[in-house]
């Protein structure tokens, strides 16, 4: 089996940009964003770009199965009913529609902050968001969804939601498991307490999320080692191998026979130590052939 392997491309200069950039540094997986992460406004996607975006999709080896984008940042779908909440809801509509558009079947979101408000009134603000979104799109009488939203796992910031797996079965009960699957960060399970940095960390780890939410809804996993220590909550992505994980979790995790149908995207930095292609080479070599 062809591991599905890659990392986050840019966009820059249009958004079929990234499948060139993908297949340059060896990808057989990639995620972007459709937009500029950090701005509220964006422009429409134009049909010749989604054209040409499918088009070198399909004339690449890549499985557009193992294709994802990434929400923007600004929007938090958790938030207490508020204006920002409102304007979170429409870019996810937003982002469902451009999926649509680009053939691209998972979009990645991240569960937000109760802002103090409580988990409680978070979990009912994210699922009244999804619900909403979906409806939108779907209102929008276009082509019928063919789009997943995947919830990541969260580093289990101050007020963040879902960075437990307990926490993230009680939203899937609610959601259900139609639109919806769930991408795991390793470096957000390893803040928020879990240890992957050991065989039996790991596997423990795989029998919690196969109990409380069946492995099959594993659609992605983001692997990330962690600059931060086991329990800090600190959101802080290392290259593979070198953090807080380590070599053997991430060689246990990645040759999980369970989870080898999972494609797997890195966010991990680029710097001195490291390129994406450094980092894929090392994933590469830690699998067992
Ligand atoms: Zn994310
Ligand atoms: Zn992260």
Request: proline content about 3%.
């Amino acid at each position: 089996m062809v591991l599905k392997l890659g990392v986050h491309v840019s966009i820059s200069g249009g958004i079929s940009n990234s499948v060139d950039n993908a297949m340059k540094i060896g990808c057989t997986a990639f995620q972007v964003f459709t937009r500029s992460p950090r701005q509220w406004k964006t422009k429409e996607l134009t049909s010749h770009e989604t054209e040409i975006f499918k088009e070198k999709l399909g004339n690449s080896p890549i499985d557009p199965e193992s294709v994802v984008v990434h929400m923007p940042y600004l929007p938090n779908l958790s938030a207490p009913t508020s204006e920002m909440y409102e304007k979170s809801i429409s870019v996810l509509t937003d982002e469902i529609t451009r999926c649509n558009l680009l053939g691209i079947p998972h979009l990645v979101i991240h569960l937000g902050s109760h802002l103090g408000h409580g988990p409680k009134n978070g979990i009912n603000q994210l699922v009244k968001a999804c619900t909403k979104s979906l409806y939108a799109y779907n209102d929008l009488g276009q082509s019928r969804n063919k789009v997943k939203i995947l919830l990541e796992n969260s580093a289990g910031q101050k007020n963040s939601i879902g960075s437990q797996i307990g926490e993230m079965q009680s939203i899937f009960d609610i959601l259900g498991k139609k639109d919806y699957g769930l991408c795991i960060d390793t470096c957000h399970l390893f803040a928020a307490g879990y240890d992957l940095s050991t065989e039996s960390g790991v596997s423990a780890l795989v029998d919690n999320i196969d109990s409380h939410l069946g492995l099959a809804n594993i659609k992605i996993i983001h692997l990330n080692d962690s600059k931060g220590e086991l329990g800090s909550n600190l959101d802080r992505h290392y290259h593979i191998g070198l953090g807080k994980i380590g070599e053997n979790g991430i060689r246990c995790l990645v040759n999980y026979k369970k989870l080898s149908h999972v494609p797997i995207i890195m966010e991990t930095p680029i710097d001195s130590v490291r390129n994406d292609i450094d980092n894929i080479e090392f994933v590469r070599n830690v699998l067992c052939k």
